[in-house]
């Protein structure tokens, strides 16, 4: 995707939020975004780096003691009552709480002034060993992401 391609993305995406007025368009555009943006495990990325021929080392030091910032989201409707969980077996609680756990790429903004757009995003990963960061545009990243979707038909 060109320059072009992603600032006709942006335009628009603005041109739907100021049509259909403003809040609510934002807001559900941000939610969409962020259901997509949910999709990038810390291992996605890895398989993304390695798949693009990035380098598994820090640029400045060389050292391999590299991170990426994650969150994590819990759906508590895969949660059981606790009713039901004080009946279980501690491991099996364990798994539950696992499976209903989403742990996804941390992502900033690359343009701090302008919205959470895609094209306004940025992945960062830290050296551990000499504090060099370095970033990748989301919009790469969650495109090979989805382009796996496509693949193996899992995409809606
Ligand atoms: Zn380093």
Same mark, same amino acid.
């Given at each position: 995707?060109? @320059?072009?391609?992603?600032?006709?993305?942006?335009?628009?995406?603005?041109?739907?939020?100021? @049509?259909? $007025? $403003? @809040?609510?368009?934002?807001?559900?555009?941000?939610?969409?975004?962020?259901?997509?943006?949910?999709?990038?495990? &810390?291992?996605?990325?890895?398989d993304f780096l390695i798949e693009?021929?990035?380098?598994? =080392?820090? #640029?400045?030091? =060389?050292?391999?003691r590299i991170s990426v910032l994650?969150?994590?989201?819990?759906?508590?409707?895969?949660?059981?009552?606790?009713?039901?969980?004080?009946?279980?077996? &501690?491991?099996?609680?364990?798994?539950? /709480?696992?499976?209903?756990?989403?742990?996804?790429?941390?992502?900033?903004?690359?343009?701090?002034?302008r919205d959470n757009v895609l094209? @306004?995003?940025?992945?960062?990963?830290?050296?551990?060993?000499? $504090?060099?960061?370095? =970033?990748?545009?989301?919009?790469?990243?969650?495109? /090979?992401?989805?382009? #796996?979707?496509?693949?193996?038909?899992?995409?809606?």
């Open positions: 995707m060109d @320059n072009f391609d992603e600032d006709f993305l942006e335009i628009k995406e603005t041109l739907e939020e100021i @049509n259909d $007025g $403003g @809040n609510a368009a934002r807001e559900k555009r941000l939610y969409e975004l962020h259901a997509r943006l949910e999709k990038v495990t &810390p291992e996605l990325f890895a693009k021929g990035a380098k598994s =080392h820090c #640029l400045s030091c =060389h050292s391999s994650q969150r994590s989201k819990v759906d508590f409707e895969k949660i059981p009552d606790p009713k039901v969980t004080s009946e279980l077996e &501690p491991m099996e609680v364990a798994r539950l /709480w696992s499976e209903a756990t989403v742990i996804y790429l941390r992502f900033f903004k690359i343009d701090p002034d094209t @306004n995003l940025q992945y960062r990963t830290n050296c551990q060993n000499c $504090g060099f960061i370095s =970033h990748y545009r989301v919009l790469a990243v969650l495109e /090979w992401v989805e382009s #796996l979707e496509t693949v193996s038909g899992k995409k809606k």
